[in-house]
């Protein structure tokens, strides 16, 4: 099968195209024939190797993170697929693999696809969907009139969470540029904050729950808008101490070397939140079939829009990736196999 590789960490010229042996499905794996593949941030910070202590890498490697296809084989002990199923995943984190003409992935972390969506628009949702899910439904657990900043909510993740947190009744505020005022506010969204003429801290608004998609020197400004007894989640700062341990089996020294790294890395934003009366944390998405499941309900109820940037031949990857880099994606952008 076609395949891309990383052969190492760093830029595009580490990613290839080239031929890999065909999976075989282990016996709580299926095989799915991949139709779309979804790009993201993630993927990027990956082929960089932003997690390379946490995650030691062997070269070559079949990176990607998301992707809708067809189960073509299904191992002796899966039991809720068969051959032929229309399915939508988000990879293990620590194996990846959907950058590739076919995909063996445990059969727990796949759920059929939305019957009211394509392969390409399927493909879109896995990882800003799940995000978006865990944040807004477990993390923030946002209630009816919870007012609600989004920080970045022109993004993937931020447009699933517009639309889960208005259905949730909050009272949702989000960061973004003016251009993405309409469609924002049309997925929901009561206020948009134009991020190049205001800045989050002045006024008087203060936020019942904080998601910060956007990091950086932003979000340092954060601190002083959540009231006491809030709550502030980021996916985009240092990871907080616990957030990532359950992503990848590593040996109890990294283990304990990577925890007091995060622990004094996040030093600063703990502080602010003790000090603020607020709980603070780093939210690390889990790959989950039964969340998908909840996404794929509430797409096919009509409940949850799903917005496709920009669509590329499988072939083109590295033009797709650089569309992503640019940050200025408004949707997914997705790789689509013949």
Same mark, same amino acid.
């Given at each position: ?14 990613? =290839? ?84 003409? =076919? ?212 072939? =083109? ?22």
């Amino acid at each position: 099968m076609r395949a891309y590789e990383l052969t190492g960490f760093g830029g595009p010229e580490v990613l =290839r195209l080239g031929a890999r042996r065909e999976p075989v499905p282990g016996p709580r794996e299926v095989v799915v024939d991949t139709r779309a593949i979804g790009l993201n941030p993630i993927d990027i910070l990956q082929r960089s190797g932003t997690f390379r202590f946490a995650n030691p890498t062997r070269f070559p490697v079949v990176p990607g993170n998301e992707f809708s296809g067809v189960v073509s084989a299904v191992g002796a002990e899966a039991t809720s697929l068969s051959v032929g199923d229309a399915v939508f995943a988000r990879t293990d984190k620590a194996r990846l693999g959907a950058l590739a003409e =076919r995909v063996a992935i445990e059969e727990r972390l796949v759920a059929p696809m939305p019957r009211s969506l394509d392969f390409v628009t399927a493909a879109a949702v896995p990882l800003a969907g799940t995000t978006a899910l865990q944040a807004i439904r477990d993390a923030l657990d946002v209630r009816p009139k919870d007012r609600l900043l989004i920080t970045g909510g022109s993004s993937m993740v931020g447009m699933f969470a517009i639309q889960l947190a208005a259905r949730a009744g909050g009272h949702v505020v989000t960061t973004a540029s003016s251009s993405s005022e309409s469609l924002l506010r049309g997925l929901g969204a009561d206020e948009v904050i134009d991020y190049r003429t205001q800045t989050i801290d002045t006024g008087s608004r203060v936020f019942d729950k904080v998601f910060d998609l956007v990091g950086g020197a932003p979000a340092a400004a954060l601190s002083s808008v959540v009231a006491p007894g809030g709550r502030l989640v980021t996916v985009s700062a240092t990871p907080t101490p616990g957030s990532v341990r359950h992503d990848y089996t590593m040996a109890a020294w990294r283990a304990v070397l990577l925890e007091t790294a995060l622990r004094l890395a996040t030093l600063g934003p703990r502080r602010h939140a003790r000090r603020g009366g607020y709980t603070y944390g780093f939210l690390s998405m889990r790959p989950s079939g039964d969340d998908l499941r909840e996404l794929g309900s509430l797409i096919d109820d009509g409940a949850l829009r799903v917005k496709i940037d920009s669509t590329y031949d499988f072939a =083109r990857a590295d033009e797709a990736l650089a569309r992503v880099e640019t940050r200025r994606a408004k949707g997914k952008v997705v790789l689509v196999l013949p």
